[in-house]
């Protein structure tokens, strides 16, 4: 299983220097890959957890992150697709491609808050056919020399996209969700799926296995299929309920859990320890908490 973490980009440790000096650290330690998330808006009566009180866009604190980098992945889990345009989100994606030399990761969800549906006028309904459609659209502005859509919810009239991404075939694309036919869909068309942070691990074990079932069942090698699992790690007092808890060495076997379970890469986010990716934060105590936990659970220390 591979080992990687969060970039900061929620609370009072997402600054410009520690958003550099963290991925070069993270890359230093062997970490595999990077990961932001997304979030717009915190609506004033909404009741958010502090992490998504204050953040950085995801796809412009990669790009700031990949010019101090050489190696490590980058990936967004996730970005909400009804909100921006498939085809906008393309040139995004092959511009971050393109500049960090093929490092991208891009995960698709369909979002949950209807302070941000709102403010940009999108609606995630009917999730599959949306989700599906976007997918197309994506594929064939990645790889087609001349691209065209017509579906229900895109258009892309014949058109061209340059330059193109440096992977081939695009950057991966992972999808989110929680319900069973989401987890399917992510096995049959995605390169994989990518947990909620809500997640417990009981049910990313079970998710795990319908996504891999899925692909079987669509032909698709089950053991390609990517399983990325966001680590919420609670260092301190050990709860059963949380594996990454405890000591370094049990938040470690917490860690072994997940690679038992089927999951091929754990991502620590430390935006969701309050004492970092709170905005309210001290901010010289959590730079120090954050290179502490960092350093502690390093792949290759």
């Given at each position: 299983?591979?080992?990687?973490?969060?970039?900061?980009?929620?609370?009072?440790?997402?600054?410009?220097?520690?958003?550099?000096?963290?991925?070069?650290?993270?890359?230093?330690?062997?970490?595999?890959?990077?990961?932001?998330?997304?979030?717009?808006?915190?609506?004033?009566?909404?009741?958010?957890?502090?992490?998504?009180?204050?953040?950085?866009?995801?796809?412009?604190?990669?790009?700031?992150?990949?010019?101090?980098?050489?190696?490590i992945r980058l990936g967004v889990a996730v970005i909400n697709l009804p909100y921006v345009s498939p085809a906008y989100l393309a040139k995004q994606a092959s511009t971050l491609d393109v500049l960090s030399g093929g490092r991208f990761d891009l995960g698709l969800g369909t979002g949950w808050s209807e302070v941000e549906f709102a403010a940009t006028n999108?609606?995630?309904?009917?999730?599959?056919?949306?989700?599906?459609?976007?997918?197309?659209?994506?594929?064939?502005?990645?790889?087609?020399?001349?691209?065209?859509?017509?579906?229900?919810?895109?258009?892309?009239?014949?058109?061209?996209?340059?330059?193109?991404?440096?992977?081939?075939?695009?950057?991966?694309?992972?999808?989110?969700?929680?319900?069973?036919?989401?987890?399917?869909?992510?096995?049959?068309?995605?390169?994989?799926?990518?947990?909620?942070?809500?997640?417990?691990?009981?049910?990313?074990?079970?998710?795990?296995?319908?996504?891999?079932?899925?692909?079987?069942?669509?032909?698709?090698?089950?053991?390609?299929?990517?399983?990325?699992?966001?680590?919420?790690?609670?260092?301190?007092?050990?709860?059963?309920?949380?594996?990454?808890?405890?000591?370094?060495?049990?938040?470690?076997?917490?860690?072994?859990?997940?690679?038992?379970?089927?999951?091929?890469?754990?991502?620590?986010?430390?935006?969701?320890?309050?004492?970092?990716?709170?905005?309210?934060?001290?901010?010289?105590?959590?730079?120090?908490?954050?290179?502490?936990?960092?350093?502690?659970?390093?792949?290759?220390?």
């Amino acid at each position: 299983m591979l080992i990687s973490c969060g970039c900061p980009v929620a609370g009072v440790w997402a600054d410009p220097m520690s958003v550099t000096g963290f991925a070069m650290r993270a890359e230093e330690l062997g970490y595999h890959g990077l990961w932001a998330f997304q979030r717009l808006l915190a609506g004033v009566d909404q009741e958010l957890a502090p992490v998504y009180h204050s953040v950085l866009d995801p796809m412009l604190a990669l790009t700031y992150a990949a010019a101090r980098t050489t190696q490590i992945r980058l990936g967004v889990a996730v970005i909400n697709l009804p909100y921006v345009s498939p085809a906008y989100l393309a040139k995004q994606a092959s511009t971050l491609d393109v500049l960090s030399g093929g490092r991208f990761d891009l995960g698709l969800g369909t979002g949950w808050s209807e302070v941000e549906f709102a403010a940009t006028n999108s609606d995630p309904n009917p999730r599959g056919r949306r989700t599906e459609e976007y997918l197309a659209v994506l594929a064939t502005l990645f790889n087609d020399k001349v691209s065209a859509y017509e579906g229900e919810f895109y258009t892309v009239p014949p058109s061209s996209m340059a330059p193109a991404p440096v992977q081939a075939g695009g950057p991966p694309i992972l999808l989110g969700g929680t319900a069973e036919v989401a987890l399917r869909r992510a096995g049959r068309l995605a390169a994989g799926w990518v947990s909620s942070s809500r997640a417990s691990f009981e049910e990313i074990a079970r998710g795990t296995q319908i996504v891999r079932r899925a692909a079987e069942e669509s032909g698709r090698d089950p053991d390609e299929v990517r399983i990325v699992v966001r680590g919420v790690v609670r260092p301190g007092l050990r709860d059963d309920s949380v594996p990454l808890s405890g000591t370094w060495e049990q938040i470690k076997g917490g860690a072994e859990l997940y690679a038992e379970a089927g999951v091929t890469e754990l991502f620590y986010d430390l935006n969701w320890d309050p004492n970092i990716g709170s905005p309210d934060a001290d901010p010289r105590a959590a730079g120090e908490r954050a290179e502490e936990i960092l350093t502690a659970l390093a792949p290759n220390g």
